[in-house]
């Protein structure tokens, strides 16, 4: 199972909503990715959870919070963003094997539209 | 900051005609992967190369890593329609978000396969 889901795969929400995009990924995998994907660009960073830990936030508006409550989910939080934060929103997940790394596996995506 | 440069980023091509992509960069990659995207759908990954002078074959698709893991190519031999997307390079820099060594991507190259 090479599987990452990701939920809503649509999502339309106005500048005060409060709403947050799900994860899951059941391949043991330790490190789990948020990006984000404008049209015609390549995937860009958001954050990155080591062992359930934020280890890395790309500097990152704070109305995006990213959480992750167990090894197998991840969050992201979304209040009070604005249109140009309409995007694909890419969730990601590998292993972690020291100084070995390994092949990140991409969920669907979330496409995310702020009205 | 690590560079990833993508080439070409445009491709159109008759079914049939071979095509090579380019992923180059000035720093050392602990490991590189290729991967397809859908409009709309995340990126799926083709392979990962992780030894300097590997080659990866794929069916019609052939993967190669530099000697020194600064490059690498796909190549597509006799191109279907269905080979239609595009198709993105990410390098995994050790030292760049720790041990796991989080991805960065090129630009992406469109190809289009005509029939």
């Known amino acids: 199972d090479t599987e990452v889901t990701q939920t809503p795969k649509h999502l339309v929400m106005g500048m005060t909503n409060k709403k947050s995009l799900k994860c899951e990924q059941h391949m043991g995998h330790r490190a789990m990715y948020w990006y984000k994907q404008k049209a015609k660009k390549p995937p860009e960073l958001m954050f990155v959870y080591s062992y359930e830990k934020l280890s890395i936030n790309e500097s990152v508006p704070s109305r995006f919070s990213p959480e992750c409550p167990n090894s197998s989910l991840l969050n992201l939080h979304l209040h009070a963003l604005q249109p140009e934060d309409s995007a694909l929103y890419l969730c990601?997940?590998?292993?972690?094997?020291?100084?070995?790394?390994?092949?990140?596996?991409f969920g669907q995506g979330t496409r995310l539209t702020v009205v | 900051t690590q560079l990833l440069e993508q080439s070409p980023q445009f491709l159109s091509i008759q079914e049939g005609e071979n095509l090579t992509v380019y992923c180059n960069s000035s720093?050392?990659?602990?490991?590189l992967q290729w991967y397809r995207q859908e409009p709309g759908e995340g990126p799926v990954l083709l392979v990962t190369v992780v030894t300097g002078g590997e080659v990866k074959k794929l069916k019609r698709l052939t993967f190669q890593f530099g000697d020194a893991r600064k490059d690498s190519s796909l190549h597509i031999t006799a191109a279907q329609p269905g080979d239609t997307g595009l198709y993105l390079c990410?390098?995994?820099?050790?030292?760049?978000?720790?041990?796991?060594?989080?991805?960065?991507f090129g630009k992406g190259t469109k190809l289009s396969v005509k029939p």
């Open positions: 990410a390098g995994a820099f050790l030292g760049y978000g720790g041990s796991q060594g989080n991805l960065i």
């Open positions: 720093s050392v990659f602990s490991s």
């Open positions: 990601a997940s590998s292993q972690i094997t020291g100084q070995k790394n390994t092949e990140a596996f």
